[in-house]
C-alpha cells in the first residue's frame, strides 16, 4: 500500500565527488561540465538521496514504534526497491554505495533503479569482480563519494606520465607483543585471556603515499587553486587514494646514473617521462585489473572512455604552525602532576600576561591565546594584519585600513571576531582542547629512502654519480628519528608523536628529533612543511593506532611537560619501547 508523507524542503548542498559527476555523465553524456557557480544540480537530487539510518536499528523492539521503523527500513533494501515520489513523480530507488564516514553515521545512499547498473559499470571501469573481500569493495566504491575538486585538462592520462611501483616490506623481529586468545564459547559469551611473547611484525613501507615530480605538481596546484602554493595532495583517482608529496626525484635520479624505472608490471618507463610514482598500496584495483587479463594501459583507457579525472580531496597547509590541540582522550592517558597541570597559586583570572610568569605549565599557551585575544593591543592587531587575504577581497581592504589608522581595531567588524575567537579557546580549555608547542601534519615514511629503493646496484656509474649514490645509500640515522622540516615550534631533544583519536597509552611515540646539518635532505624535502617523516625501517605506524600514509594526520608535540608525562608512561614497564632514545 503507498504511504504520503509530507516531505519539508530544506536548503541544499551538493558536495562535488567523483560518484556525482559520473551519475550526470549518465544523464547528459561525457560532455557534462561542473556549474562554475554554487547552485544545487536538480537532476542530481532526482537521481540519488542519502537515507539516515541513525537510531533504528538500535533499539529494542518490544515498543511499537521501533519496530514499525524498523520494519519500514528493512522495506528500502527489497531487491527490486522502493517506490518514492520527491516530486518529479513515482520512481524505484536501489540501495547503492556509502563511504566511511557515512557508514559511521548509519547513512546509506540510494540511486534511481534504471541508472544503477550504468553508473556502476562506469565506476567500476568495467572490472569484473568475482570473489573477494567484500568490504574492500564497498571501500572503493566508497572513495567515489569523497569529496574534492576535480582537475580536468592537465593530461593525466599521457603514457608514462603515472606509473605503479611496489611497495618493500620491512619485518621488526622478535618484538615483544601483548595481546589477546579467544578461548571456546560458552553459554553464548567467549572469553579472552592475555598472552605475552614476542613475534615478527611485518610493516609495509610507504602504505598509501607517493611522489610527484616537481614540474607536474606546479600545473596541478594552478588547476586547483590558481598559484603553486601547495606541495603536498591527497587524491582520488579510479581505484587509486592516497597521498602525493612533491619531491624532484628527476633530479635525484638523474644524480645517481639512473634513466629508467621499470613499474611493477615489469615495463620500463624514461624517468622523463614519469611525473607520478604510485605504490602498489594506493592502486587498490591492481589485483582485479590483473583478474581481468587488463593492462595498466586498459586501466587508462577506461579512465578516459568514461571521463574519469582526477579529484583532490586535501591538500598541504601553506605555512608551518608552531601549536597544536591536545583532546582530553589524550589527557587521561598522561602521568602528570597537579602542579604541572596549573600551579595552585596562579589566579583564576589575569590582570597581566601569562607569560610575565617564568614559569611553564600545561595550561600556560591555552591561558596566554585568550589574554593576547582580550587584552593584548599588538597581538590584536597582528591578529588581522599577520593574515593573508586575497587581494582586492573586502578582509583585504579592511586589512589595509587597519594597519593604516589602528584606532579602526574598536570597531564591530573587528571586535566580534577577536571576541567570537577567544569564545572557541574558552570552549575548547573546558573540554581539555589544551593549545601546546607543537604542530599537526601528513605523516610520511622517510621519502628519502623511498628514492633510495629506485636505485639500482647494478649500473655503471660516473665518479660523481658512484659519490651521490653512496652518500644517498649512508643517510639514515640510528636511533631512529624524525624529520620536520621548517618546523615553527622550539624542542628539546625528542618530540611525541599520537593520532587522533588516541584512547590508550601505547597509542603513543617518542622520538628524536633530526638534528644537523643534511644538505639531501634539506634539498630534495625542505619545502614539505606540513609533512613529517620517520624512518620506514620502524614500526611507528603501528605504534600510533595502525596509521598509515594516505592522509593521515599526526600531532608532533614539543611541550616539555607533554614529553617528560609521556615518558613517564613506559618507566615502570618491563618492554620500554624507548629504551635507549
Not at 561542473?34 to 536538480?42: E, G, L, M
Not at 605555512?319 to 587521561?332: D, H, W
Not at 587584552?375 to 585600513?401: I, M, P, T, W
Amino acid at each position: 500500500a503507498a504511504e504520503t508523507k509530507k516531505c519539508v524542503s530544506l536548503a541544499s548542498e551538493q558536495d562535488d565527488n567523483a560518484l556525482f559527476y559520473q551519475i550526470m555523465c549518465v544523464l547528459h553524456g561525457n560532455d557534462f561540465s561542473v556549474p562554475k557557480d554554487q547552485r544545487v544540480i536538480s537532476d542530481l537530487a532526482e537521481v540519488i538521496f542519502y537515507m539516515d539510518f541513525a537510531g533504528i536499528f538500535d533499539h529494542r523492539t518490544e515498543r511499537k514504534k521501533y519496530l514499525t521503523r524498523q520494519k519500514k527500513a528493512e522495506a528500502m533494501f527489497r531487491p527490486d526497491g522502493i517506490v518514492l515520489d520527491f516530486g518529479g513523480g513515482p520512481h524505484a530507488y536501489v540501495a547503492f554505495e556509502r563511504s566511511g564516514s557515512m557508514s559511521r553515521q548509519a547513512k546509506l545512499s540510494f540511486i534511481r533503479r534504471e541508472h544503477y547498473e550504468p553508473v556502476r559499470r562506469r565506476i567500476m571501469m568495467d572490472l569484473r569482480i568475482n570473489r573477494c573481500q567484500l568490504s574492500k569493495l564497498y571501500a572503493y566504491n566508497g572513495l567515489m563519494l569523497s569529496s574534492g575538486v576535480r582537475i580536468d585538462g592537465i593530461e593525466i592520462d599521457r603514457p608514462h606520465r603515472v606509473i605503479v611501483i611496489d611497495n618493500p616490506v620491512f619485518i621488526e623481529s622478535q618484538l615483544p607483543v601483548i595481546t589477546v586468545e579467544g578461548e571456546e564459547i560458552q553459554g553464548g559469551v567467549r572469553k579472552y585471556h592475555r598472552i605475552e611473547g614476542r613475534a615478527d611484525v611485518d610493516t609495509l613501507q610507504f602504505d598509501g603515499e607517493g611522489v610527484i615530480s616537481k614540474e607536474y605538481a606546479k600545473v596541478i596546484d594552478i588547476a586547483y587553486c590558481g598559484r603553486h602554493l601547495h606541495h603536498s595532495f591527497q587524491i582520488r583517482l579510479p581505484y587509486v587514494k592516497g597521498m602525493l608529496h612533491e619531491v624532484d626525484f628527476k633530479n635525484f635520479l638523474k644524480s645517481a646514473g639512473v634513466h629508467t624505472i621499470t613499474d611493477i608490471w615489469g615495463e620500463v618507463h624514461k624517468v622523463a617521462d614519469v611525473d607520478i610514482i604510485l605504490t602498489k598500496s594506493q592502486f587498490k584495483g591492481y589485483g582485479w585489473l590483473t583478474e581481468n587479463q587488463k593492462s595498466w594501459a586498459d586501466y587508462w583507457a577506461a579512465f578516459r572512455r568514461y571521463h574519469h579525472g582526477l579529484y583532490i580531496t586535501n591538500v598541504s597547509k601553506e605555512k608551518p604552525s608552531a601549536f597544536t590541540e591536545l583532546n582530553y582522550q589524550f589527557l587521561a592517558t598522561l602521568s602528570i602532576q597537579a602542579e604541572e597541570f596549573r600551579p595552585g597559586d596562579l589566579p583564576d583570572g589575569w590582570t597581566c600576561s601569562p607569560a610575565d610568569d617564568q614559569r611553564h605549565w600545561l595550561t600556560k599557551e591555552t591561558e596566554l591565546a585568550y589574554y593576547n585575544l582580550c587584552a593584548n593591543e599588538k597581538y590584536r592587531l597582528e591578529y588581522f594584519l599577520d593574515k593573508d587575504f586575497a587581494r582586492g577581497s573586502r578582509e583585504y581592504h579592511l586589512a589595509q585600513v587597519l594597519k593604516k589608522n589602528p584606532l579602526f581595531i574598536a570597531e564591530p567588524y573587528f571586535t566580534k571576531q577577536l571576541e567570537d575567537r577567544a569564545e572557541y579557546i574558552l570552549r575548547q580549555y573546558a573540554v581539555g582542547r589544551l593549545i601546546v608547542a607543537g604542530d599537526n601534519r601528513f605523516f610520511s615514511d622517510d621519502l628519502l629512502e623511498l628514492l633510495v629503493s629506485l636505485l639500482p646496484d647494478n649500473i655503471r656509474r660516473t665518479s660523481r654519480q658512484k659519490t651521490f649514490y653512496t652518500s644517498a645509500l649512508l643517510n639514515h640515522t640510528d636511533p631512529p628519528v624524525f624529520y620536520a622540516p621548517k618546523a615553527a615550534y622550539a624542542y628539546n631533544d625528542s618530540c611525541t608523536l599520537l593520532r587522533n583519536p588516541q584512547i590508550a597509552r601505547n597509542e603513543t611515540d617518542q622520538m628524536l628529533a633530526h638534528r644537523g646539518r643534511d644538505n639531501m635532505r634539506q634539498f630534495y624535502f625542505g619545502h614539505l612543511s606540513d609533512v613529517v617523516m620517520v624512518p620506514s625501517h620502524t614500526i611507528t605506524a603501528e605504534r600510533l593506532g595502525g596509521a598509515d600514509f594516505d592522509g593521515d594526520m599526526i600531532k608532533t608535540i614539543a611541550d616539555p611537560f607533554v614529553n617528560r608525562c609521556v615518558r613517564r608512561n613506559y618507566e615502570s614497564l618491563p618492554h620500554d619501547p624507548f629504551n635507549g632514545r
